[in-house]
T-cell receptor
Framework: GDSVTQMEGPVTLSEEAFLTINCTYT??????LFWYVQYPGEGLQLLLK?????DKGSNKGFEATYRKETTSFHLEKGSVQVSDSAVYFC????????????FGSGTRLLVRP | GAVVSQHPSWVICKSGTSVKIECRSL??????MFWYRQFPKQSLMLMAT?????????EQGVEKDKFLINHASLTLSTLTVTSAHPEDSSFYIC???????????????FGPGTRLTVL
């Protein structure tokens, strides 16, 4: 079945450092890919998404490119801020899963001043 | 746009009582809503898919008589945890798909979550 694998956290960075959170997926069809962010005590917010190969999703300085050849959707940001501290979830959705979201395990990011 | 609310945001109840959690799409109509459960420092586990005007579809291992779901309108779904016990304590999150765009996108919009503590 469909699945998503994320790098384990926590990831601890200093402010203004470069961020990469790896995400790879397994899917039978052609999924849409998502990154969601969860701030402490809150629900999930859609950060960005990509619906087909080579698409690049971007928002708030974060980017991720849909790489079909490597089945990856790595999240990157050039300069993180303390306010980016949160848990990041990679997810996919496709016809094979009846458009249910399949989540990765989440990666906790801690940015220190 | 695309705001989903949940009520209450947190609730504490005694063991054996029932608790109802509401999920509302505030500025769009949602034929499909989803209910998730999240344990501390873990990912979201899909519990059930709620379809307006029909019975919910439960994921394997989720007791439908324990977690009652009602989706009576295009903007409201409710989850009732019946005869709650301490092991039901968790963070419950709902999400909704916008019916106007569901044919073109599979984006889900999430509510802020409800923290349930059963004493």
């Amino acid at each position: 079945g469909d699945s998503v694998t994320q790098m384990e956290g926590p990831v601890t960075l200093s402010e203004e450092a470069f961020l990469t959170i790896n995400c790879t997926y397994t899917a039978t069809g052609y999924p849409s890919l998502f990154w969601y962010v969860q701030y402490p005590g809150e629900g999930l917010q859609l950060l960005l998404k990509a619906t087909k190969a080579d698409d690049k999703g971007s928002n708030k300085g974060f980017e991720a490119t849909y790489r079909k050849e490597t089945t990856s959707f790595h999240l990157e940001k050039g300069s993180v801020q303390v306010s980016d501290s949160a848990v990041y979830f990679c997810a996919l959705s496709d016809l094979g899963s009846s458009y249910k979201l399949i989540f990765g395990s989440g990666t906790r990011l801690l940015v220190r001043p | 746009g695309a705001v989903v609310s949940q009520h209450p945001s947190w609730v504490i109840c005694k063991s054996g009582t029932s608790v109802k959690i509401e999920c509302r799409s505030l500025d769009f109509q949602a034929t499909t809503m989803f209910w998730y459960r999240q344990f501390p420092k873990q990912s979201l586990m899909l519990m059930a898919t709620s379809n307006e005007g029909s019975k919910a579809t439960y994921e394997q291992g989720v007791e439908k008589d324990k977690f009652l779901i009602n989706h009576a309108s295009l903007t409201l779904s409710t989850l009732t945890v019946t005869s709650a016990h301490p092991e039901d304590s968790s963070f419950y999150i709902c999400s909704a798909r916008d019916v106007a765009t569901s044919g073109r996108t599979d984006t889900q919009y999430f509510g802020p979550g409800t923290r349930l503590t059963v004493l």
